[in-house]
């Protein structure tokens, strides 16, 4: 339930009591409260907004204590008598979940303000909104976990003595804030569709949460190509999520996915919104471009009937265009389906020689998967072992571990 609640409760916290440090702390209070009481009293029917009124009785109390009771001490008793009403009269409280009007995206453009370096407007967002833990996110950026702690502690120091305003920016600031804002949506999207530790292969409300955010940034900037690019991307690779588990959570990787389970209305809009990207005369760019590929999948009957051809073309677009080892180790793979194995397993090589994705268990186990196709099983099970002891996500590991035992 925190993950899923943590960044709309710090938000709203945030607006209320206009200091985002505080907020953080109230909401860690309210949630060491209910750790206290609900295993004797029960969880609440509306968990997200038990802790947020707890909260905000907590700065209350706060201000009582330090005799601040001025205009804001009135406005939040007010507002949170109203609340009370509104939860008594109907157990819910009413959202809009695609408002503009919202919280959590107030607080990511806050976090992303450009008085804050990139590379720490990304990780004190992926802390709040994603709920990521620095660990989580260290192994996004590749960087060790002690500069994303530094990171997340100076941008909250920086935010706090800026006195920054709370608040969606004018929309002729949009562009100092959105290439941020949009890595931020990708980056906890992805951990969503692939958690990188945990015991479950995919945190659906991370990622459900980033296409919330992405949607409502696609209305925000209408005109903006990749905002509907990344909408895409999401849209279609969300479409896959029913199919990518079975009943016990077990992974199902892409090839042996039921596609009849695939979501077709999340295909069509994937779709639809890719065509709006391209309506524009700038040309894919990276978002765009993943969505492309995500497209080749969704339309295809089968792994066979995939266009793999076109597929590697776009992965050699996107390393051009935002060149990534990651991107390579999947143009390999794109590779391998288009031109044979050995041609595959010719560029996981060359890529492990640069040494660029050591310590990261996606090169074993793609290198492992190429040579078990080639009949190099000792060598593929080796590489499938070493991928298993560098994988923090549990179910990945046990895929891994078994596909080395059937080897």
Not at 41 to 55: D, I, K, Q, R, Y
Not at 65 to 71: G, I
Not at 95 to 105: A, F, G, K, N
Not at 319 to 345: I, T
Request: charged residues 25%.
């Amino acid at each position: 339930m925190w993950r899923i609640e943590s960044a709309r409760i710090v938000a709203t916290l945030t607006r209320v009591v206009g200091d985002f440090g505080l907020a953080e702390d109230l909401a860690q209070e309210a949630l060491l409260e209910a750790l206290a009481k609900w295993p004797s009293e029960g969880v609440p029917p509306n968990p997200g907004a038990w802790l947020t009124t707890v909260a905000k009785r907590r700065a209350i109390d706060g201000w009582r204590r330090n005799e601040r009771l001025d205009d804001r001490y009135a406005a939040l008793a007010h507002d949170l008598a109203e609340r009370q009403r509104l939860e008594t009269a109907t157990d819910e409280i009413p959202w809009d979940p695609d408002s503009i009007d919202d919280d959590v995206l107030r607080l990511v453009f806050t976090a992303c303000h450009p008085i804050l370096p990139r590379e720490s407007q990304i990780a004190l967002t992926l802390r709040v909104v994603g709920g990521l833990t620095t660990e989580e996110i260290a192994r996004a950026f590749m960087v060790p976990v002690s500069t994303v702690q530094q990171r997340v502690v100076r941008a909250k120091k920086t935010i706090a003595a800026a006195d920054l305003p709370f608040e969606v920016p004018a929309p002729e600031e949009f562009d100092a804030r959105l290439g941020s804002v949009l890595s931020v949506a990708y980056l906890i999207f992805n951990e969503g569709y692939a958690a990188t530790s945990g015991e479950s292969w995919m945190r659906t409300d991370l990622a459900h949460e980033a296409i919330r955010l992405t949607r409502i940034l696609s209305a925000l900037v209408p005109d903006e190509p990749e905002v509907h690019g990344l909408l895409a991307l999401m849209e279609l690779q969300a479409s896959r999520f029913a199919a990518r588990v079975d009943a016990d959570g077990e992974p199902i990787l892409l090839a042996d996915q039921d596609r009849s389970r695939w979501d077709q209305g999340a295909i069509r809009r994937g779709r639809t919104a890719l065509a709006r990207a391209d309506e524009s005369d700038r040309g894919r760019g990276a978002y765009a471009l993943q969505a492309g590929i995500a497209e080749c999948h969704s339309i295809a009957a089968s792994t066979d009937d995939t266009d793999w051809d076109k597929i590697v073309a776009l992965y050699e677009a996107l390393g051009q265009l935002a060149p990534s080892p990651f991107v390579d180790l999947n143009l390999a793979v794109a590779v391998s389906m288009a031109q044979g194995w050995d041609a595959g397993l010719a560029l996981v090589d060359a890529l492990a020689a640069k040494g660029t994705l050591k310590g990261y268990g996606l090169l074993p186990g793609v290198r492992g998967e190429l040579l078990a196709r080639l009949g190099r099983n000792d060598e593929a099970r080796a590489e499938y072992l070493a991928a298993a002891e560098l994988t923090q996500n549990e179910r990945e590991r046990s895929v891994l571990i078994e596909k080395a035992r059937e080897l």
